[in-house]
């Protein structure tokens, strides 16, 4: 559905829109979502840096943030193994935070990701950057920025990889039986 | 993971699953609120048929910080006390719904025999049984071990270390967890102990044994652990002649942990009984990681908690 | 076939029973006619009495009734956990006709008016023949000698004494006891444990106790006093009985005692046949019993001499106990298994099945020779004509796995559970009278 082309220009859009809403850089904190949220956030960050002509380091910009411990899902579902959360070492407070993620479906991700951030610190304001909304919603949530709307039957998956961590950028839509290739995560679980 | 009762029971992917998400729960108790929703609505009892403060209230925090209810089930005051027998517990605990139970007792399989007699479905966590296992404190041990001497990686085990484990190993079920999961995680281990207070049969352990602490200390160990010298349980008695002769051989003295390399760390379970098993002065060195180790296992038993716990109990992980 | 078809019109004694086509000691196939409580013929198509019932036993070996040198009835004090009507149930369910009830009941067997009791009991209760065992020392306190005349010589006829349970450790008691028992040829049967050695022992000190952390019973606690004993039964000529020997060591040290003409005998467990210490692995107390599963050195140590003839006989210990004394931590719960109806399964599996015992061996190891250390005249006979009527018919073809729930004993601590065993006890009678029948017991 989308090649690494479409990829990149989403993500450089997505860039923009969060300069043009916001104060520029300075007060922003890009907070990726385990696990293709995080490289995802960090691509952002950089295209950002690189339009403000900012020269911090990236990890003053972008960061990882795990919500597996704020998961309500937890206990019908294997054990996840957790990821780490790193932040900024100037903190969330008083801060825009936007929390980047591959796909949003159900909203339980981000319900879950907004409380995690709650236990950290208590930023400014926070937005929600996805490269794929496939709809479904079950919790009153919406993006704020989107890379590309993809309609699914909710019997689908949505197959997002990426070079940092699949080898390749590409988004699929997998229909039910078919054998969806390796490194696919199950956007959002099935909650 | 059904159960935590053993360390026989984990492989070593497993070992450091929990060592990765305890590294994780130490992350969170940095943050300014520390207490997570995981286990909400989830309640664990801990039932101690034996005394054991620091051990309960470990586990209590653990629990707490990951918003589970928490139930203390001592047998001082209670039916316990009263002749009820570890079935009948089990079964009340069962009908009370508890959703995992922590337990302590003086009888080695206790944990065990509650996982396994049918009288309770619910996960069960081995707070230390008998003279047999303490696994969560072997993992804190590994935990901190790892942190000092493995630093950074959280898939590392302890590869190339050398661990030396000093006292009554006869009655330690610190002693047995810890030759079980410092080995599974490429350690080598020594003991070392007077004859006595080695148990017959422990030389198919996979370990060394030695009897003398100053040569086991001349070998440059990475880390050594001082293990309580538990009077109470000397039954039959005279394990060793005199407390006096007992630290002159096997006590961790001042000029014993000087001659230890730089990178070097002591270790102790707690509690300590100062100037016996191991001197005031080295318990307060630098080198001594024992107050670390009470952290350490808070974050091991929020991560087996969480393993054990935060899971779909139908299926095991993986 | 009912027992009222088994009893002769105007019910004054057994009507005659031919067991056809069976092997005694199975060896040749030959009839065993029993008429009126002793075996009147034994033969090759042997001619049917007109009013003989016929058992016919084709492919099975006839043996001598059983005699159990060691058995736990609990009655009188204990009967939550066994009578001594269910404990002879279950004794001839298990191809039994006598068994030996040790004395440490409730009160202990110490006196001549306890054994009475517990002899007449027997008599009215039971399946098979009950001799009471007689208490060495006053409530099994190993501090002064019981009135053993006085056992001896009451209704009971006492022969075999023993704290069973207990051991009698003091040496000069273990010696006055000996000496004592000369005089009206009894015999002291030895627990042989060291109690300073054994204090708070739960199992087998070695390998496994190591790492389950659970208090050792050493084998040296055995082996040392029944090196002892040996040497006090040879210093004051005196006949000693060793229970449920264990070791290897205990092995080689009752070898060394009979080649140097010592009087002793000994016995062995059905459990010791087969079980080991890696059983407690699971904590499961069913598995709990004094003295302890061995290593696997040990049970071919114990097989081996068992096979020799330095291990006299088999004794099942039969040690039935209550659920709730079972189910509970390993260091509280009781020690003892029960054995009586799996004991001649367990022989035919791990000595016969295995070709190191003949059934004519099994006759002397688990009939002949139990009733002579007893003295008991009336058990244990050549199957003969003029014998005593005391027969077992077995059929070793059937293999089936056991089940507690269907054991005659009260209790159902059976460490076999689930275990296929071979054997079924097709036939016991008892003075000419059948108390089983086909495994189940004949209710009269």
């Known amino acids: ?68 411990m704020y998961r309500d899902d937890l206990r019908h579902n294997p054990t996840r193994a957790p990821s780490p959360t790193r932040i900024p070492r100037e903190g969330i407070d008083g801060r825009t935070v936007v929390l980047v993620d591959d796909v949003l479906y159900s909203g339980r991700t981000i319900r879950a990701a907004l409380d995690a951030l ?44 990426l070079t940092e961590t699949d080898g390749v950028d590409a988004v699929d839509i997998v229909r039910p039986g078919a054998e969806p290739g390796p490194g696919t995560e199950p956007a959002e679980g099935t909650a | 993971m059904r159960h935590f009762i053993s360390i026989a029971d984990l492989d070593r992917d497993e070992a450091i699953a929990v060592l990765a998400t305890a590294e994780h729960m130490a992350e969170t108790q940095s943050r300014s609120i520390r207490k997570l929703p995981t286990l909400v609505g989830t309640t664990v009892v801990n039932l101690f048929f034996e005394d054991s403060t620091r051990t309960r209230i470990s586990f209590e925090a653990a629990a707490k910080r990951l918003s589970a209810d928490v139930i203390n089930f001592s047998a001082k005051g209670s039916s316990i006390s009263k002749g009820e027998t570890l079935k009948d517990t089990a079964l009340t605990l069962q009908a009370m719904g508890a959703d995992a139970v922590v337990v302590r007792s003086g009888s080695s399989g206790a944990a065990h025999l509650l996982a396994h007699a049918g009288w309770i479905d619910q996960p069960i966590v081995n707070a230390g049984d008998g003279a047999h296992e303490h696994p969560t404190q072997a993992m804190l041990d590994a935990f901190t071990m790892r942190r000092h001497l493995r630093p950074g990686d959280p898939t590392a085990g302890l590869d190339g270390l050398h661990v030396v484990i000093v006292g009554d190993v006869l009655h330690s079920r610190v002693a047995r967890s810890n ?42 160990p990475d880390a050594v652990m001082m293990l309580r010298v538990q009077s109470e349980r000397m039954v039959g008695g005279g394990f060793f002649p005199t407390a006096g002769e007992y630290s002159r051989r096997y006590g961790l003295t001042t000029a014993r942990a000087a001659s ?44 087996v908690l969480y393993h054990l716990l935060a899971t779909d109990s139908r299926e095991g992980p993986r | 076939m009912t027992a009222d078809q088994n009893a002769s019109p105007g019910g004054t004694g057994p009507s005659p029973l031919l067991i056809r086509g069976g092997r005694p000691y199975g060896e040749d196939v030959q009839d065993v006619l029993l008429e009126a409580g002793r075996i ?88 098979c023949s009950v001799r009471p065992v007689g208490a060495v020392t006053v409530g099994l306190a190993g501090e002064r000698l019981a009135e053993l005349d006085a056992m001896a010589n ?49 199992m087998h000190e070695g390998v496994v106790s190591a790492e389950l952390g659970l208090a050792g019973w050493p084998a040296v606690a055995e082996e040392s006093i029944i090196a002892r004993d040996v040497l006090l039964a040879q210093h004051v000529g005196s006949r000693l009985h060793v229970c449920h020997l264990s070791t290897a060591g205990s092995v080689d040290i009752v070898r060394w005692a009979k080649e140097r003409g010592i009087d002793v005998t000994a016995e062995v467990t059905p459990h010791h046949l087969l079980l080991t210490d890696e059983t407690v692995r699971e904590f499961d107390a069913v598995f709990k019993v004094n003295p302890p599963l061995r290593t696997a050195e040990d049970v071919q140590a114990v097989r081996d001499g068992l096979a020799d003839g330095t291990i006299d006989i088999v004794a099942t210990d039969h040690a039935p106990h209550p659920r709730d004394a079972k189910d509970r931590e390993w260091d509280q719960a009781a020690m003892g298994m029960t054995g009586l109806e799996t004991a001649l399964s367990l022989v035919q599996l791990t000595m016969v099945d295995e070709g190191r015992l003949t059934w004519r061996d099994v006759a002397r190891v688990l009939s002949e020779k139990p009733a002579e250390i007893g003295r008991d005249e009336d058990q244990g006979q050549v199957l003969e004509p003029g014998a005593p009527a005391h027969v077992l018919v077995w059929d070793p073809r059937s293999v089936r796995a056991a089940d507690p729930a269907e054991h005659a004993s009260r ?27 086909d495994g189940l017991v004949v209710e009269q």
């Open chain 3, 154 to 202: 009451s209704r009971a006829k006492v022969r075999v004494f023993s704290d069973d349970g207990k051991c009698v450790h003091d040496p000069v008691l273990m010696r006055r006891a000996l000496e004592y028992v000369k005089s009206f040829d009894g015999v002291i049967a030895q627990h042989a444990q060291d109690p300073r050695l054994t204090e708070g022992a739960q």
């Open chain 3, 411 to 437: 209790s159902r601590n059976s460490p076999f559970a689930g275990i296929e065993l071979p054997g079924m006890n097709r036939l016991t009678v008892l003075e000419g009278r059948p108390t089983v029948r």
């Open chain 1, 1 to 68: 559905m989308l090649g690494a082309e479409e990829i990149r220009r989403a993500l450089t859009r997505i860039a923009h829109e969060i300069l043009e809403s916001g104060h520029g850089a300075d007060d922003l904190v890009l907070l990726g979502i385990p696990h293709r949220g995080v490289p995802l956030a960090e691509r952002l960050a950089a295209q950002i840096a690189r339009a403000e002509g900012d020269d911090r380091p990236l990890d003053q910009l972008a960061g990882s943030l795990d919500i597996t």
């Open chain 3, 40 to 127: 009147t013929a034994i033969g090759t198509d042997l001619e049917v009495p007109a009013d003989a019932e016929v058992v016919e036993a084709d492919g099975c070996i006839v043996l001598p009734g059983l005699v159990d040198l060691h058995t736990h009835l609990r009655e009188p004090g204990g009967e939550e956990a066994e009578t001594i009507e269910s404990g002879t149930r279950a004794a001839a369910r298990g191809g039994f006709t006598a068994v030996h009830a040790m004395a440490n009941t409730l009160p202990v067997a110490d006196t001549a008016g306890v054994v009475e009791q517990v002899a007449r009991r027997g008599e009215t209760d039971g399946w």
């Open chain 2, 260 to 303: 230890l390399p730089d990178h070097a760390i002591v270790m102790h379970p707690g509690p300590m009984n100062r100037g016996f098993e191991i001197a005031g002065d080295v318990a307060d060195s630098p080198r001594s990681v024992i107050v670390e180790q009470v952290a350490s296992g808070v974050f091991v038993r929020m991560a």
């Open chain 2, 179 to 220: 030759v079980l999961l410092l080995t599974l995680l490429g350690a080598r281990v020594t003991l070392v102990a007077p004859p006595a207070l080695v148990p017959v049969g422990a030389s198919a352990w996979p370990c060394e044994i030695r009897y003398d602490l100053d040569e086991a200390l001349a070998t440059g």
């Open chain 1, 118 to 161: 709650g236990a950290i610190g208590r930023p400014a304001a926070v937005r929600l950057a996805v490269l794929v909304d496939r709809g479904h919603r079950q919790l009153p949530i919406r993006a704020d920025h989107v890379g590309k709307n993809l309609p699914t039957s909710r019997s689908e998956r949505v197959h997002v990889q």
